[in-house]
């Protein structure tokens, strides 16, 4: 601690001073005060130059005066800056010119005021033991200030207390999706929504550290919202009570949707909408081209009165209400093809619609998307055979043998606007077509039987392993799901076709010969799908958009499987009859109609001299648009599967507003690994759980000859194992940094099982024989417990560990990456790169299998659930159906009992009338 020795120093006195007196007046700066003779002045006010030493006494300069002052904040003069712009070089301080020219208040004789303009580094102390007050004073000063500083530490402490809660309450959205979640308020279509609206913290901690509430909100916000109270008006409330009532008011969010009519008919806010949109691409040189899609939505039949008027009732918007209730909402919906929106522009509230009505409100749709400036150039439907008939209608044909899948636009001739049958659909019409016929022919006679894929999903629930598939028994008894496109997308997948291939050319099974005709119909339809269901700029493959590089290829595809689907033929009373001729026409047409379609619409947009694209996703010409958006109306309020014409009407206005198509965005929002440790022990000693001794058990060759040989694997599980070995491979390389383990985890091509080499299209890994031997070794170990617990999957804590030490144990003293041998002895015993190599393939290979053991047991959960419920739904109808009959039997005794009785009474009567008694 620097201690400051204070001098005090008189003023200057006498004629040949009178000048430095008055400059030490002026530096004082004491309005209307003069010196006298006590008056001193203290040395720390002086510079260091002011002084001199003599014979080691230090004593004040003759012409020396005093610049060194700290004068309070609001005293200082701050001189105003130069605007103008000067050199470097002329730029002078002006506090280096002249002093302050405030005077500060009066003080008491030997005050020692605090500035600094010649040395701002001289630290002056705030008080001199010259100038003290009273003690007693000193202290209330310092009571007083002391209770002051504890009551503004304490307030701060409360807001840093509130400020720290309301950071946690909105540190991600994902933690309020997740709180939301588990409270049950909203649905995982919700949550996923929710989450991928980024801004939405950043807005509310702004208006919460500014402490204002306005009626101003950000795009984000305002989304976020809206979204929000869409799903689920109780969890608005919910999330915006813990953000102290910074989200807009329900009220709010209502008044925002009042400006929007939701009637039935054409809506007029979306023509608005896109009519500003279309000025906006004009003004940048852009056009506007857009696919149109109809499809309907089952309604719930009832009437409701709301809103001083009747609802449910039939409504194409010409104002007029018909006495039958409206069952069907028919809705069309455009979507860009060059950008990244849609909106729904007209519902009609129906009971039926024939094929003349339907093309009528088509050629309307299109004729006022031609005044507001969108190109239109597909129309997409699903297979009702009013929806072929309404193509008829438009001009179009859908026929086998003139096939025309375009028709002229109402208001211009010489655009032609594509017709599309929606192929997720066509994929599930001809996945029922094959599994019901189970027998196709192909146009020389080779058979495509369904039986295969029974015999593939047999032989993997028997062996426990899935030979790089998807497939299982829902896959089978698809009857029952026989709407989700998944099902049958992964049914006719390259997956399945491998794997079947493999049993017959590798595996040499009996069952699966003569399934070539069946491969290369499941290849066919599988790599056509990807070309009409491209949604990735950056996609590979089949799945790659239609462009320059990749429209031979796609074309070269969609007219084999044109040709494939032609000369499918099926077998009935003893004659061989054209698929396309029965009652199961629909996917043949459709899936030659969609491919003949893209390929126009791909020539129309990329290949034509007045190209509105680069590249066309076919994604786009989807309906999956319109069952998305049908979706979101049912998952208003939570769930509801079948809403009625009201909660339809008010869910259709709330996702208008929603859908506003807006310059630059779109409405689509994308849907695109925390671990918890395990805290268990490895192992338990059961001896020791159990209060058991242990004793030497006999495991000679000749003791356990007669069990069974678990360690070893058949063809198929190996195939299945160097699979999923494949895939730990990646993961591992993920996340290991040493480039001599990385090296060790692949093998070359000659080392590769041939299942991997039939699968691989490119991308898969080829694991390395040690990452195999490992893979193996885990998949004996669990086999083991399997046996072990009879049947069952090994539960408990620490089951992954315990097997994963039981594989370091017995692949010990093995080499299983010989690169390694000398760089396993580089590290330390605890941190050996083989030994965590070992670790790491055995976990991850087990939490593939325990995952895959996991769902199976589900399924087989769900199947003992519906088995039951038959079971009981039997015992019920049987029981009541008895019932019915004895109960009938006994009605009728009764009857009869009581005809009796009264035939006696008649007699009784009429004796006593006879007799007179």
């Known amino acids: 601690m620097k201690i400051f020795i204070c001098l005090l120093q008189s003023f200057p006195s006498g004629e040949q001073d009178a000048e430095r007196r ?13 010196p006298n003779q006590s008056s001193r002045l203290c040395s720390q006010h002086f510079a260091d130059d002011a002084f001199i030493t003599d014979g080691g006494n230090r004593r004040l300069k003759s012409t020396a005066i005093p610049t060194v002052f700290s004068f309070p904040g609001h005293l200082e003069k701050n001189p105003a800056r130069r605007t103008t712009k000067v050199s470097s070089d002329a730029e002078v301080s002006a506090s280096s010119l002249s002093l302050p020219l405030l005077t500060p ?18 630290n002056i102390s705030d008080e001199h033991s010259y ?11 310092n009571d007083t200030m002391i209770g002051i500083v504890e009551k503004y530490q304490k307030r701060m402490k409360l807001e840093k207390q509130r400020t720290r809660r309301l950071k946690k309450n909105i540190t991600t959205l994902k933690a309020i999706t997740r709180e939301l979640k588990s409270k049950l308020f909203i649905s995982d279509q919700c949550a996923t929504l929710l989450e991928t609206i980024n801004e939405v913290p950043k807005h509310i901690m702004r208006m919460i550290l500014e402490g204002r509430k306005t009626a101003s909100y950000s795009e984000e916000l305002r989304q976020f919202a809206t979204t929000l109270h869409f799903y689920s008006p109780k969890a608005y409330d919910y999330v915006r009570k813990n953000f102290n009532n910074f989200l807009p008011h329900s009220q709010t969010i209502r008044q925002w949707y009042s400006s929007i009519s939701a009637d039935p008919g054409f809506t007029v806010a979306s023509f608005t909408a896109l009519k500003a949109h279309v000025e906006a691409n004009k003004a940048q040189g852009r056009d506007t081209v857009c696919a149109l899609t109809l499809d309907e939505m089952h309604l719930h039949a009832m009437t409701e009165y709301a809103g001083h008027q009747l609802h449910g009732y039939v409504n194409i918007g010409s104002g007029e209400i018909e006495n039958n209730m409206a069952k069907e909402a028919l809705v069309v919906m455009v979507v860009a093809i060059n950008e990244s929106w849609k909106v729904p522009i007209a519902y009609f509230l129906i009971n039926s619609m024939d094929a003349t009505d339907k093309a009528n409100v088509v050629r309307e749709s299109l004729s006022r998307l031609y005044e507001v400036g969108i190109k239109v150039v597909s129309l997409t439907f699903d297979g009702l055979k009013t929806n072929i008939a309404m193509a008829r209608k438009l001009g179009a044909n859908i026929n086998i043998k003139d096939m025309k899948p375009y028709f002229p636009h109402p208001e211009d001739q010489s655009q032609q606007v594509h017709v599309l049958l929606d192929a997720c659909h066509m994929l599930k019409l001809l996945r029922n077509a094959f599994a019901s016929l189970q027998v196709l022919y192909t146009e020389d006679g080779q058979k495509i039987e369904y039986k295969y894929i029974e015999a593939l ?61 069946t491969v290369h119909f499941l290849r066919t339809v599988d790599a056509a799908f990807d070309v009409v269901n491209s949604r990735n700029p950056l996609g590979k493959g089949f799945k790659a958009p239609l462009k320059p590089s990749t429209k031979d290829r796609a074309e070269a595809i969609l007219q084999r499987m044109e040709a494939l689907l032609h000369g499918l033929k099926v077998c009935q009373y003893g004659k061989f009859v054209p698929l396309h001729q029965t009652k199961r026409e629909t996917p043949i047409l459709g899936f030659i109609a969609t491919g003949r379609s893209v390929l126009n619409i791909y020539h129309d947009l990329v290949e034509s001299n007045n190209a509105s694209c680069r590249y066309l996703l076919t994604y786009k010409l989807s309906q999956d648009h319109l069952e998305l958006f049908f979706a979101a109306v049912r998952a208003r309020g939570g769930y509801n599967n079948n809403p009625n014409v009201r909660q339809f009407r008010a869910a259709y206005k709330r996702l208008l507003v929603r859908h506003q198509v807006r310059t630059g965005t779109g ?19 059961v001896a020791r759980r159990a209060d058991m001794e242990c004793v030497e058990v006999d495991f000679s060759e000749a003791a356990t000859a007669h069990l069974p040989d678990v360690d070893h694997l058949s063809e198929f599980k190996e195939a299945a194992v160097n699979y999923i070995a494949g895939f730990v491979v990646k993961r591992i390389g993920e996340k290991i940094s040493c480039l001599s383990c990385s090296q060790a985890l692949t093998a070359d091509d000659a080392t590769t099982h041939p299942f991997i080499t039939l699968k691989s299209r490119g991308g898969l890994q080829r694991p390395s024989r040690g990452i195999v031997h490992i893979c193996s070794s885990t998949e004996q170990v669990i086999q083991r417990r399997i046996r072990m617990n009879g049947g069952q999957l090994p539960r408990g804590c620490g089951i992954t560990k315990d097997i994963v030490a039981q594989v370091l144990a017995e692949t010990e003293g093995k080499t299983l990456f010989p690169h390694l041998n000398d760089h396993m002895f ?28 996991a769902k199976g047991e589900s399924e087989m959960s769900k199947k003992g659930c519906v088995e039951a419920n038959h079971v009981h739904v039997l015992v019920k109808m049987t029981s009541s159906l008895f019932c019915k009959v004895r109960f009938n039997h006994f009605a009728k005794g009764e009857s009869e009992m009581s005809k009796k009785g009264k035939i006696v009474r008649r007699h009784l009567h009429k004796l006593i009338h006879f007799y007179g008694q």
């Open 105 to 122: 208040a009066v003080r008491e004789e030997g005050y020692c005021g605090q500035g600094s303009f010649a040395h701002p580094s001289v």
């Open 131 to 141: 100038h003290l007050n009273s003690p007693n004073t000193l202290k209330r000063k």
């Open 667 to 685: 409405n689509c929002l994308l849907r695109d690994n925390t671990e918890l440790l395990d805290a268990t022990p490895a192992t338990v000693s």
């Open 22 to 34: 008055r400059q030490w007046l002026v530096n004082i700066r004491r309005q209307d005060w003069m």
């Open 457 to 517: 999903n047999t032989i993997q629930e028997k062996e426990g392993l899935r030979l790089g598939n998807k497939l299982k028994m829902a896959h089978i008894q698809w009857r029952k799901q026989k709407m989700k496109v998944n099902l049958a997308a992964q049914l006719f997948s390259s997956s399945v076709a491998d794997a079947i291939e493999f049993c017959d050319k590798g595996l040499k099974l009996k069952d699966f010969s003569g399934s070539a005709a």
């Open 826 to 853: 580089e590290t330390c015993v605890e941190a050996n790169h083989v030994h965590v190599l070992v670790k790491m393939t055995s976990s991850l290979f087990c939490k593939v299998r325990f995952n895959h053991f």
